[in-house]
């Protein structure tokens, strides 16, 4: 199900497609190589949450890492707020990342570590600490400024590398398989955590994973995809009531 096109704010991805095992830019318009994604167009709207849901292998990694400037295209486009994203580099994006192993600074506390993004920018101290305050309070951690990060847990460390991630405030966030790495439990009360620290910033985000029940708690709007393709981008609620096909149905458990 295609979504409504014509929306400049935001995200735009057209006719996407990602291909491996190919190098230079012919050989990839070739269509030599395998191909992830296969001609994907999907709009995100300025503070929405869009989940890519789909079983392993179906392209929803390389779409997320096509956006974020990780993988060249073959075909398409990806553009921001109207602006087409071609040549830009990943680190001029304005894009903020997250992946399943959040990549904390081991010799940094939880303080520093959110506010490494701060830093960069070059944000005088007082303000980088009311914001590290302000997001440890989003992410339920407040008072957790001054712990080193190897006393944490898995889901605790998670928390810290989503506050790190929301710090800049990015204009888009990508989440890649943020809590696949814990236990149903815990991913569960995450998926609720991550859904009310997105909302609470206002922050625009695309969030993959492979668990169905996780995308419905997290997104605003599901795409569900398969062999490179997206099948459907629904509401959570339309998703259960009206699925578009048999395999989106099968996928759901519906």
């Known amino acids: 199900m295609a979504v409504p096109t014509g929306r400049s704010a935001g995200l735009s991805v057209r006719d996407v497609v990602v291909r491996y095992g190919v190098e230079g830019s012919r050989r990839r318009r070739a269509g030599i190589g395998t191909t992830a994604v296969a001609g994907v167009s999907l709009d995100v ?6 989940a890519l849901l789909g079983p392993s292998g179906c392209g929803k990694s390389s779409l997320l890492r096509a956006v974020a400037g990780l993988e060249p295209l073959a075909h398409g486009s990806v553009a921001f707020d109207g602006a087409n994203l071609a040549g830009v580099p990943v680190h001029r994006r304005g894009f903020g990342l997250l992946f399943q192993d959040g990549q904390l600074f081991p010799h940094r506390d939880v303080g520093r570590n959110v506010a490494y993004g701060l830093e960069v920018q070059g944000m005088p101290r007082p303000d980088r600490e009311e914001r590290v305050a302000e997001l ?3 992410v339920g951690l407040a008072g957790y400024a001054r712990r080193a990060v190897v006393t944490l847990s898995g889901g605790e460390r998670q928390r810290v590398a989503l506050a790190r991630a929301l710090a800049p405030r990015p204009r ?3 989440l890649d398989e ?3 790495a814990l236990d149903r439990q815990l991913r569960e009360r995450l998926a609720v955590d991550v859904r009310d620290a997105l909302r609470s910033t206002g922050t625009t985000a695309v969030f993959v994973t492979h668990d169905h029940t996780e995308a419905f708690t997290v997104a605003d709007r599901v795409a569900v995809m398969d062999a490179g393709r997206v099948l459907q981008v629904d ?3 339309l998703l259960r009531a009206e699925p578009a096909s048999v395999r989106v149905a099968e996928f759901l458990g519906l």
């Open 45 to 50: 709207a300025a503070g929405e949450i869009v």
């Open 136 to 138: 440890l309070d989003d």
């Open 172 to 174: 888009l966030l990508l």
């Open 178 to 180: 943020p809590l696949s």
């Open 235 to 237: 509401t959570p609620d």
